[in-house]
């Protein structure tokens, strides 16, 4: 197993402008930036359908699948590929293109924000910028590196947001800033956490707030406002939309907040094609991302560290119809850690450690078990196993299917809010501090 500290490649951050209105944005173009250099991976055209990839958080729409059969069930800290210490804590997840892993990290003591690239096949550094902005107050669960990068096969998007303004920041493959914006205020008083995605040629950001909210389609090669769609602001939403793609209909983005409920946006005009409006009442907040499978799209609410229920939406056939609930569950309901589906089943993995095995069309109970620590990273299906990071970093793995079977606990040795990637054959962990390898043998 290698271990790898990171490489130190500083660039000055540079101030950011202030949005106006979305017909003339602002955008600072990028100035020239040092980079390390290798050679670049060749990327597919389609994220989507390429096992290579595993561009947003929790992977291809968030389903946090896959079907690799390399990565083991019970490991030691000897079979790592090689395990990077990167140069400040958070929980954002790792996302990958190829044979680049991106990932971010936040200073504690100032709020420095880090982005970084790493090489897939033996953790080396190629890359490293740095952005310097404040600290701020947020929940104590959250920190300064929440957000989860958002990749194609050109580009690396991140994310970050403080009280005074919202940032977006493009850079390509090698490290170099295509170009800057600033969203504006963001309020909230657990601080910043949602992470944007990409759909053809334009980057989603959400924006659901305490102030002024909003979903900003920005062109991805300029920055430049598409469209944006106006949302109801309340208790401020940490979920990662999804794009649903109904039969014959145009492609959907599906958001879920406490204001709105569930919504589906027509996502190349950002016209509302369908609401769900009641489904996570007030004063309950949204954390956890949607899921789709089956038909249905799941999302979930919750208050204080528990959840209330989870909900089954059947979106409308055609634009303009109406939502239906097909089932919800109340009991031991997650709030953090979304659903995964595996075949006809749902799993539903709660903050307490109490794991529930359901029929994803009916919502009915197969079986439902504890199986000890707390949880706010999500669990994924890979090749037929559920594999879910406990917050003292324990890997729990368990059989997905209609027996409950505990497979194997592995110790990671640190705190982990991060949910894992799948590429490759390789599974990459992300702790507080460090980013793991493991499997592809």
């Not at 402008?17 to 040092?34: F, H, T």
């Not at 947003?56 to 389903?63: K, N, S, V």
């Not at 090689?82 to 936040?106: C, Y």
């Not at 640190?414 to 390898?437: D, F, N, Q």
């Amino acid at each position: 197993m290698k271990t790898t500290r990171p490489l130190l490649l500083v660039v000055p951050a540079l101030l950011l402008p202030v949005l106006g209105a979305p017909a003339a944005p602002p955008v600072r173009a990028a100035p020239p930036v040092a980079a390390a250099t290798g050679a670049r991976a060749a990327p597919a055209a389609d994220a989507r359908a390429d096992a290579d990839n595993w561009p947003r958080f929790r992977g291809p729409d968030g389903a946090g699948t896959s079907d690799a059969a390399t990565i083991p069930v019970k490991w030691t800290e000897k079979d790592y590929n090689w395990k990077v210490e990167l140069p400040g804590g958070g929980h954002s997840s790792p996302a990958v293109w190829g044979d680049r892993i991106f990932v971010t990290a936040g200073r504690e003591t100032d709020g420095q924000r880090f982005i970084l690239c790493l090489k897939a096949a033996d953790g080396a550094v190629l890359w490293k910028r740095e952005y310097a902005s404040t600290t701020c107050a947020m929940n104590s669960l959250n920190s300064y590196a929440a957000v989860t990068p958002a990749l194609d096969k050109d580009y690396v998007f991140v994310t970050w947001a403080v009280p005074e303004k919202y940032t977006v920041v493009a850079l390509d493959h090698d490290g170099k800033e295509v170009w800057q914006r600033d969203l504006g205020p963001w309020v909230s008083q657990h601080g910043h956490g949602a992470s944007p995605i990409v759909f053809e040629d334009v980057l989603l950001v959400p924006n659901d707030q305490d102030g002024a909210s909003f979903l900003a389609a920005l062109d991805k090669k300029t920055g430049r406002t598409r469209w944006q769609a106006e949302r109801k602001s309340g208790r401020a939403a940490y979920s990662t939309p999804c794009i649903y793609r109904g039969a014959g209909g145009a492609p959907q983005i599906v958001l879920t907040s406490t204001a709105q409920g569930m919504t589906g946006i027509d996502a190349r005009t950002g016209k509302q094609a369908w609401e769900a409006p009641d489904v996570f009442p007030h004063p309950k907040r949204v954390v956890a991302s949607p899921v789709m499978a089956g038909g249905l799209i799941f999302g979930q609410c919750g208050e204080g560290g528990s959840g209330l229920h989870v909900v089954a939406v059947r979106p409308p056939a055609a634009p303009g119809g109406k939502a239906e609930v097909a089932w919800k569950i109340t009991k031991s309901a997650p709030y953090v850690p979304m659903p995964v589906a595996h075949k006809d089943l749902l799993f539903l993995w709660a903050e307490s450690g109490t794991v529930a095995c359901v029929r994803l069309a009916t919502g009915e109970d197969v079986w439902r078990e504890k199986v000890g620590g707390g949880y706010y990273s999500s669990p994924l299906c890979v090749g037929g196993r559920l594999y879910n990071i406990s917050r003292t970093g324990e890997v729990v793995v368990l059989a997905a299917g209609e027996k409950f079977e505990v497979l194997a606990r592995n110790p990671l040795g640190e705190k982990c809010h991060a949910t894992p990637a799948v590429v490759g054959g390789r599974m990459y962990l992300r702790t507080w501090s460090h980013v793991i390898s493991i499997g592809g043998k």
